[in-house]
């Protein structure tokens, strides 16, 4: 089910609507954002290209931006293949991110499946922490950093590939000090993810996903409030 948002800034009267949203790439190469429901989740479940969708708004260049997150794609699909097609969906200004356990082989190129997914995380008595049975990876307050491992293994060039991507920095470490720690806990192929902020490909500056702290981005004088809500299927 999909849930529906809708927002009104009570100052300048503007509205605006939210919903969850799906996208895929059929067998034909036609790109389909459908609001995520029993029906789409049934017609894109064979899709060769899915993943998720949603609109972010940039208050410099007053505009929405399309958001795509690929989570599942063929091996027979070029990634470059798939960004063109979604490029050519709409004349909208996009962001286009392949989901993070996405990972080719940094010797040869060769697209390699995920072989383990672990939580990790520095606290702050500097202990490292990874995939333990048991210990809270939730608790924030207790990390220096912390985020997600993605382990691969390349059996052309065995050579084993360890992925950590950034998703808290409490510490406010630089990215050399968290490859030193890193580096302490892997082999030389670690590879360094931070997750940023999302920025607008045409002016550089952050966009936002509009709710009910958002400002509003007509009158920029009040924040945007919830009117309604529901559940669509």
């Known amino acids: 089910m999909a849930r529906r948002v809708e927002y009104l800034c009570n100052t300048c009267g503007y509205t605006y609507a939210s919903i969850d949203e799906i996208f895929w790439i059929d067998d034909d190469g ?3 954002v459908k609001p995520l429901v029993m029906s789409t989740s049934a017609e894109s479940s064979d899709a060769p290209v899915k993943g998720f969708f949603a609109n972010y708004y940039c208050y410099e260049c007053q505009k929405f931006i399309n958001k795509f997150i690929i989570y599942k794609k063929s091996l027979e699909m070029d990634d470059g293949e798939i960004i063109r097609m979604i490029e050519d969906f709409n004349d909208n ?41 048991g210990y809270d990876f939730s608790d924030g307050e207790a990390f220096k950093f ?71 981005p007509k009158c920029r004088r009040d924040r945007l409030t919830v009117t309604g809500h529901m559940m669509v299927d």
């Open 146 to 216: 912390a985020g997600i491992y993605h382990g691969y293994y390349c059996s052309k060039c065995k050579r084993q590939i360890n992925k950590f991507v950034i998703t808290e920095n409490g510490a406010n470490f630089s990215d050399a000090q968290i490859k030193n720690v890193l580096k302490e806990h892997t082999n030389d192929l670690t590879i360094f993810i931070r997750r940023d902020f999302d920025i607008c490909p045409d002016c550089g500056e952050e966009v936002y996903y509009l709710n009910q702290d958002s400002t509003c």
């Open 30 to 32: 036609q790109v389909n």
């Open 93 to 133: 200004s996009k962001i286009i991110q392949f989901d993070d356990e996405f990972q080719r082989c940094i010797e040869c190129g060769s697209e390699l499946p995920s072989k383990a997914d672990y939580s990790f995380a520095l606290d702050t008595e500097d202990k490292f922490h990874i995939g333990e049975d």
